[in-house]
């Protein structure tokens, strides 16, 4: 297969992953980036079967959202996408998501710190986008650049999040774990004060344990389950126990 290929199957397995864990639904989409040819592979707008998704369904655009191959239609948040890639050498993947415990933080008056030693790429908390607004041109794509500075995740007011990798495992896993641990501070603040991993923590563990290895375990797990899966919303979900 040809390296687009790859990527587009994989990209297509990650989509469908995601909306196995019910993180992608009627909203939310994901990308890869490829510097040699400047294209972008992205899973498409307008609420297409992401949970059925397959690699001749993805779009690809070029840096200024243009579409170039595939029906489309392309996200009208693609400045999340595009501006993203071009600022960053360790965001060649991207995911927006209305990924629902995570998205409470973008909403609630409470800010989001690690509260598992899984979250460590989170250490030292999250910015939030501050205005309750889509992210549909580049100068507010440029924004969340400029607020997200070398953070591997933003939080988009009364809206969702935004999540980076350096490969589309990375930002698969990155994405389940964000997940996981706001489920898990959520959940917790009901037996009382919740205590966050410091950021001397998340660096050790982070020393301990390469995010590379860990993103792609959670892969071939994942994976596993989604051959399984029979489709149905939610049906296949497998915590990061």
Not at 48 to 76: C, E, F, R, S, Y
Not at 105 to 119: G, Y
Request: some cysteine.
């Amino acid at each position: 297969m040809s390296d687009e290929s790859i990527l587009r199957d994989r990209l297509a397995t990650c989509t469908r992953i995601l909306a196995m864990q019910g993180l992608l639904g009627l909203f939310g989409h994901v990308s890869v980036y490829q510097p040699e040819s400047r294209r972008i592979l992205i899973s498409p707008g307008g609420g297409g079967d992401k949970a059925n998704m397959q690699a001749g369904d993805l779009a690809v655009i070029d840096p200024d959202g243009n579409l170039l191959d595939g029906t489309g239609p392309v996200p009208v948040e693609w400045p999340i996408h595009t501006s993203l890639h071009a600022a960053r050498g360790d965001a060649l993947a991207v995911a927006h998501l209305h990924a629902p415990y995570s998205t409470l933080f973008a909403i609630a008056r409470h800010e989001f710190h690690p509260v598992t030693l899984q979250a460590a790429p989170f250490s030292g908390g999250l910015p939030v986008y501050p205005e309750a607004q889509l992210i549909t041109t580049p100068d507010r794509g440029q924004r969340l650049v400029r607020l997200m500075e070398n953070k591997r995740a933003v939080l988009l007011r009364a809206h969702g999040i935004a999540v980076i990798g350096g490969d589309i495992e990375e930002m698969l896993y990155a994405s389940l774990v964000l997940e996981d641990d706001a489920r898990k501070a959520t959940q917790a603040a009901a037996l009382g004060e919740i205590v966050s991993v410091t950021e001397e923590e998340c660096h050790a563990f982070r020393a301990e344990m390469d995010l590379s290895y860990l993103a792609r375990r959670a892969w071939d797990y994942f994976s596993q389950l989604e051959r399984r899966w029979d489709r149905q919303a939610a049906s296949a979900m497998g915590p990061l126990a």
